[in-house]
């Protein structure tokens, strides 16, 4: 199983709030777990990144928690802007390869 | 230092056309990778190239095709174009060498419509 199964779909959240998105994988061989932002126009950016030996790891607002038991991850977008509206897209790959196998995307609307 | 770079950002082309599609890496980057997005399959991964070699290949039918180049410039091809081939080609550089997953960088894509 090759799938990353990504929700919500849309996600509207107030200024000053947290943005959580999930994602869940099934083929415990991906070793590099990424998250891509995405704004209008624009090819994704890499946001932050974790391996399965790590159980979190925060680059500023942006954490990333990865659960390797129950094959979940999700992104937690802490005191949320509205320059954080784009699109996220959590990615998987396995080791050594750069092929990634992207979630089907989250548009998050950050409201003033 | 410049980024991906992919020609043509707009094409339209016709049905049971071919079109190449163009990505010059950042400098220095020796993996190339495409994907394909839509609205209704995201992103997908189509081929992955290094030192002219291809490492991966997605579920495409063999009409998608790729190469690069000793400068590490990448084309795709998809011959006998299908309504369906209407996407956002993304072109993707990595430093990643051997045996590790690096991070990509990718370009503004080229937007393909097919009438």
């Known amino acids: 199983q090759q799938q990353v199964k990504q929700s919500p779909q849309s996600l509207i959240v107030q200024k000053g709030g947290i943005s959580i998105i999930n994602c869940a994988y099934e083929?415990?061989?991906?070793?590099?777990f990424p998250w891509y932002q995405q704004f209008p126009g624009k090819g994704p950016a890499l946001l932050i990144a974790?391996?399965?030996?790590?159980s979190e790891k925060k680059e500023g607002r942006f954490t990333i928690s990865f659960n390797k038991s129950a094959k979940q991850f999700s992104l937690h977008i802490m005191d949320s802007q509205p320059g954080d509206s784009a699109t996220y897209f959590c990615?998987?790959?396995?080791?050594?390869?750069?092929?990634?196998?992207f979630g089907q995307g989250t548009r998050l609307t950050i409201n003033p | 230092k410049a980024g991906v770079t992919q020609t043509p950002r707009y094409l339209i082309k016709t049905r049971g056309q071919q079109v190449t599609l163009s990505c010059s890496p950042i400098?220095?980057?020796?993996?190339v990778s495409w994907y394909q997005q839509t609205p209704g399959q995201g992103l997908q991964f189509l081929f992955e190239?290094?030192?002219?070699?291809?490492?991966n290949k997605g579920n495409f039918p063999g009409r998608f095709s790729g190469r690069q180049f000793s400068n590490s410039r990448s084309e795709m091809n998809v011959s006998t174009l299908e309504l369906g081939d209407s996407a956002l080609y993304l072109c993707?550089?990595?430093?990643?060498?051997?045996?590790?997953?690096?991070?990509?960088?990718f370009g503004e894509g080229s937007r393909l419509t097919v009438l």
């Open positions: 993707a550089s990595s430093l990643a060498g051997k045996g590790n997953t690096g991070e990509l960088f």
């Open positions: 083929n415990t061989a991906f070793d590099y």
């Open positions: 974790i391996r399965p030996d790590v």
């Open positions: 990615a998987a790959a396995f080791q050594g390869a750069q092929k990634l196998v």
């Open positions: 400098s220095g980057h020796r993996s």
């Open positions: 190239y290094f030192s002219e070699t291809q490492r």
